[in-house]
């Protein structure tokens, strides 16, 4: 039986095919609906972990019992879960371990757009590379296998078009595995400085069978045309490659770590024995031809195929033909910028923050998109947690300068995720920053999924209520307020009394996101009373337009925050059930 998949759903698909028992992930797109998709299999434990490193974690912990096991996270999150993965290299397996890292070429959602496949190369554990839906499916059985076989964790890498385009896939079904149990045995286990250097040459052979492994594994292999010109791909790009280039001779690379050398340098050898020349189609950094240019091969890649952004049809013929792409199919559209949602509980905080024109480090999150216009109330983003942290640099450099005037700004499962520690670091090291928790009671931009905040678990079940506040005291912070950030005047009444303070404090800005709860009665605008100030533009809500010299409510839009009404001084905008 065949079904259309997305990438993440056929690699959901197989791991349950191929008995998976264990499954965490910290949500990030575009890899966020692997675990969303592995947890409506009951076969299958899933569980969302507070990050990707405790994911990891808690996987090699479920591997070492024995059970075959699955982790998933975006790019940035394979950072985070770095500090286990170059020690589960050492380690090994017992139970097959399976990481799937979804990179994110053009930065589409992320702050940058890192090619994963070097975590491969830098911790010496194989990295495999699907095509389409099909092979997602297929390659993650077969990384079951692979790290069972060779003793070690398995990469699988894919990127935002493979994690989210649809092809068909074949559903086969579920082979049991029986866990097989946990056995003691530190020297594998536990790596003490003497284990670890015992290990250490077991990764190095395992390497070389990986290699071996590669010369014969079908995930690569030659699919011979025109042999005057070659063309060695993976992933995406070799989509790309059949289209563009239907004629050429082709070596798809599966298993892009480690590299096949014989394999390589036989149709490398080919290809020059007939007059013609072998590119290597890639998207992102020159791994793969970095590799081959290692063995000793002169290839061209990178001189005619982009290094940065995401590849696509038009961009590969145009980096061959140097002819400009065609007329676009679409006809020109304005630009869209991204902007929080019609009555995001976000939105008040950044317009008292704009308006008492304090400085706000940020983070990762919803929440971002109060850095754009009109609000422009966010100063930095760098990664996951570190709006405390930068806060904390900032003030331990400038002191009261600038610790009077700024606050931290990060979100509830962001806070659960790296807040907690820099939160501890500002209180141990004598800092007097305001760290303002925005807790809209979900992971709310990558779609709703629930953490260990919202007191429900990936499969939908009741668990234990983590509270923000307590977590906050514990740390050592005094002074914790939960404001309403629909109250503009409790915010801001709040925020000055915060910032004034000479130690740490915890502002809780709690409202269920806008998106999981029912609007109240809409507002409008009686033009009779607008005087065309255009302050409530200045709350940047997508309901609030410009129209015939007012300002226009779309009530379609409008959820009934109040905020517009409450920035209003000439009282003309009115609730609709009010009026």
């Not at 149990?181 to 040459?201: D, M, Q």
């Not at 925050?561 to 920035?567: H, I």
């Amino acid at each position: 039986m065949k079904a259309l998949l997305s990438g993440n759903e056929a690699i959901a698909r197989g791991a349950y095919e191929a008995g998976c028992h264990f499954a965490a992930s910290y949500p990030g797109t575009p890899a966020t609906e692997i675990l969303e998709s592995i947890a409506k299999y009951k076969e299958i434990r899933a569980e969302w972990s507070t990050n990707e490193k405790v994911a990891l974690e808690v996987a090699s912990g479920a591997s070492i019992a024995g059970a075959r096991t699955i982790v998933s996270m975006k790019h940035v999150g394979l950072n985070v879960a770095a500090d286990p993965l170059f020690t589960l290299s050492y380690l090994g397996v017992n139970g097959g371990l399976v990481i799937v890292t979804a990179d994110d070429p053009e930065c589409h959602s992320s702050q940058n757009e890192q090619d994963n496949r070097q975590y491969g190369r830098a911790a010496k554990v194989p990295v495999l590379e699907p095509s389409d839906s099909q092979e997602a499916k297929d390659f993650t059985k077969l990384a079951f296998d692979i790290s069972e076989e060779f003793d070690t964790p398995v990469i699988v890498r894919i990127t935002t078009r493979i994690a989210h385009s649809f092809s068909p896939v074949e559903l086969e079904d579920r082979i049991e595995h029986k866990i097989k149990g946990y056995t003691k045995n530190i020297e594998k286990y536990l790596c003490l400085p003497a284990h670890a250097r015992k290990r250490r040459y077991f990764v190095e052979e395992r390497l070389k069978k990986l290699a071996q492994y590669g010369e014969t594994a079908p995930i690569n292999r030659i699919e011979w045309g025109d042999k005057k010109l070659g063309i060695i791909t993976c992933g995406i790009a070799y989509q790309y490659v059949k289209e563009v280039f239907p004629q050429a001779s082709v070596l798809k690379i599966g298993m892009v770590y480690p590299i096949p050398p014989n394999l390589i340098r036989n149709f490398i050898e080919e290809i020059e024995k007939n007059s013609g020349e072998v590119y290597v189609v890639e998207e992102r950094d020159p791994f793969l031809e970095s590799e081959i240019k290692f063995l000793g091969f002169k290839v061209k890649g990178k001189e005619k195929v982009p290094v940065i952004g995401e590849l696509n049809q038009a961009i590969l013929r145009n980096s061959f033909t140097h002819t400009p792409p065609g007329p676009s199919p679409r006809p020109h559209l304005p630009g869209r910028p991204p902007v929080l949602c019609p009555g995001c509980p976000h939105r008040g905080v950044f317009y008292v923050i704009k308006r008492l024109r304090l400085h706000a480090t940020g983070d990762i999150g919803c929440y971002t998109l109060g850095a754009l216009p009109p609000l422009n109330a966010m100063d930095t983003c760098l990664c996951m947690g570190a709006s405390i942290s930068q806060a904390w640099g900032m003030e331990a450099v400038l002191g009261d300068e600038i610790a009077s005037k700024l606050v931290a700004c990060i979100g509830d499962s962001t806070f659960l995720h790296s807040g907690i520690t820099p939160l501890i670091d500002l209180v141990y090291n004598k800092g007097r920053t305001t760290v303002i928790i925005l807790d809209n009671r979900t992971t709310a931009m990558t779609g709703h999924q629930p953490h260990p905040g919202t007191g429900f678990t990936a499969k939908g079940e009741e668990g234990r209520l983590i509270k923000l506040e307590e977590i906050a005291r514990a740390c050592g912070v005094n002074r914790v307020k939960i404001v309403d950030p629909y109250n503009l005047k409790e915010v801001e009444e709040t925020l000055k009394e915060e910032v004034a303070t000479d130690e740490p404090s915890v502002i809780i800005a709690r409202r269920p996101c806008a998106l999981r709860t029912k609007p109240e009665a809409p507002f409008y605008v009686d033009a009779e009373k607008c005087n065309s100030c255009k302050v409530c533009l200045g709350l940047g809500c997508p309901a609030i337009i410009w129209k015939d010299g007012k300002a226009y409510i779309d009530e379609l839009l409008c959820n009934g925050c109040s905020l517009c009404q409450q920035v209003c001084k000439f009282e003309a905008i009115v609730r609709k059930s009010e009026g």
